[in-house]
């Protein structure tokens, strides 16, 4: 079923640990993005990229870092983790940065 | 700075008793405004995208509307089925910057009872 794959579907990890949450889409599409979606503060963009090769910051950035080496794959990397990047992580992508968007299942960090 | 308002946070309704919900927004330069379901544990699933004012999508027993400060989504004789999530999305234009950022609203919890 075409979609978009992420793993792990969730993970516990220690304070000051590198973690990367990946992401793999098999719709071809240029545009890809990640969000986080925490309680009262609904989804917030952290990085996007538009098509291979590209990336930029989203509404919240720091202390993630991306990589579109491709056009199927779009890592998400927490160089040292904090508990404040507790939160559920989706990544999603579009056909190109104008059209809808379609989500993952997500990845449930919890950070101790 | 741009804003999605969505209420109510949270509406129970009888099986077959319709609704609306609401999605006020004040952007510059509206794009598209999307509407998801989002179910517990799972990501938002893609329901509608409105572009101008006066448009109106369906399907099954949902219809989206959209005016130049706000989008309703209307639910006619809900089942319990529909229970979850719905959120509006608005994604701005900024030129040659636009990037196809999403601003999501709080969402609204619908739940359904049979």
């Known amino acids: 079923i075409a979609g978009i794959t992420q793993a792990p579907t969730s993970q516990i990890l220690a304070a000051g640990r590198r973690m990367t949450l990946r992401c793999t889409q098999d719709?071809?599409?240029?545009?890809m993005y990640w969000y986080r979606q925490d309680l009262g503060l609904g989804l917030r963009l952290i990085h996007y990229?538009?098509?291979?090769?590209?990336?930029g910051k989203g509404e919240v950035p720091d202390g993630y870092s991306v990589s579109r080496a491709n056009t199927d794959d779009f890592p998400l990397t927490l160089a040292s983790a904090v508990p404040s990047q507790t939160s559920v992580y989706f990544c999603?992508?579009?056909?190109?940065?104008?059209?809808?968007?379609?989500f993952g299942q997500g990845t449930r960090l919890t950070v101790v | 700075e741009d804003q999605v308002t969505q209420s109510p946070e949270a509406l129970r309704l009888q099986e077959g008793e319709s609704s609306s919900l609401n999605c006020s927004y004040t952007?510059?330069?509206?794009?598209?405004l999307f509407w998801y379901r989002q179910d517990p544990g799972k990501g938002p699933e893609f329901l509608f995208t409105?572009?101008?004012a006066g448009e109106e999508k369906e399907k099954e027993r949902l219809k989206a509307t959209l005016t130049k400060k706000e989008s309703f989504l209307h639910i006619t004789a809900p089942k319990p089925e529909d229970s979850a999530t719905y959120l509006c999305a608005v994604q701005v234009g900024a030129g040659g910057t636009s990037y196809g950022k999403l601003t999501f609203g709080q969402g609204t919890i619908l739940t359904v009872h049979p």
């Open positions: 719709m071809r599409h240029n545009a």
């Open positions: 999603a992508s579009s056909r190109s940065e104008n059209t809808e968007a379609f």
């Open positions: 952007v510059s330069g509206l794009r598209g």
């Open positions: 990229s538009n098509t291979a090769g590209t990336t």
């Open positions: 409105l572009y101008s």
